[in-house]
Structures are given as structure tokens and as C-alpha cells.
């Protein structure tokens, strides 16, 4: 009950409330990865990347085959600037979940931030076969391409990101 209140508070963007809800799940159960792992996300809303590294290792060391718990420190390893650990972060959820399409959008977008477009292109794709419907993929996507100037197929991926969801500004 206080993970699930913890999301609602940050939900509403109460990020001091939720920290205290998940931090109160954690205190009645301190093996609990999940709540390490919603407070790492909390952690990540409000900035403070090096606290949401430590909840998501934790989360880890509670159970090393959470996909989730890698996907949220490779997350905070990105925000870092520490790219090769973010890279083998994202790698390992993807090794632990093949279908976990967010790995493979934030995979991508540490190769696009490098400049290695080809991978980027391919795990964006990767995201797009295993959700036709992440408007995310699709944005990406279509950043990929607008940085190496090929605007028609940027164009044609916003297009497809809109068509997805209109109201995405």
C-alpha cells in the first residue's frame, strides 16, 4: 500500500511525499526491490541521479535478475554522463528481458548522443517491432534521422509519433 501511494504522490508530482511513502514500504520490508526501485525513480524526478543509482543498486543486489532495477541504473548512469555504464546497464535488462522495448529506446539513445546512428536507428527499431504503438521509438527515431539529415524520414517518424498520440507537443 505505501509503494502504491508513494507512485500516486509522485504522480501528482509530491516527489518529498513520495519519498517518504516508498522509504515507509521499505522500512516494513527492506528486501523489498520494488520499492527501492520506485524510489529510485522518485529519486530521478527530482535530479538527484547519484541517490537514485544507489536505490537501483540496491534493488539489484535484492534481485539480480530485475530487469527494471538495470534499466533504472543505466537511466542514472546516462543523467551522469557515464555512457559505457549506462551502455552495459541497458544491455544486461535487455539480456534479462528481451521485450523490454525501453531498454532498447534508452540503448538508442546513448548510441545517438555518441553519434553512432546505425545502432540507434537499430535499437529504436527494436522498440518499434516489439511496440508498434511507442510514440517514444518513433520520436527517437526520428531525431536519429533528423541529425544526419535525412529530414524525409524524420518527418515520415514524427508523423507516426503524432498519428500515435496527437496531443504529444
Partial sequence: AYIELGWSYREQGNYLQAEDSFKKAIELNSKNEDAYIELGWSYREQGNYLQAEDSFRKA??????????????????????????????????????SKNENAYIELGRIYKEQGNYPQAEDSFRKAIELNSKNENAYIELGWSYREQGNYLQAEDSFKKAIELNSKNE
Fill in 60 to 97: 539489484i543486489e535484492l534481485n539480480p535478475k530485475n530487469d527494471n532495477a538495470y534499466l533504472g541504473l543505466g537511466w542514472s548512469y546516462r543523467k551522469q554522463g557515464n555512457y559505457l555504464q549506462a551502455e552495459d546497464s541497458f544491455r544486461k535488462a535487455i539480456e534479462l528481458n
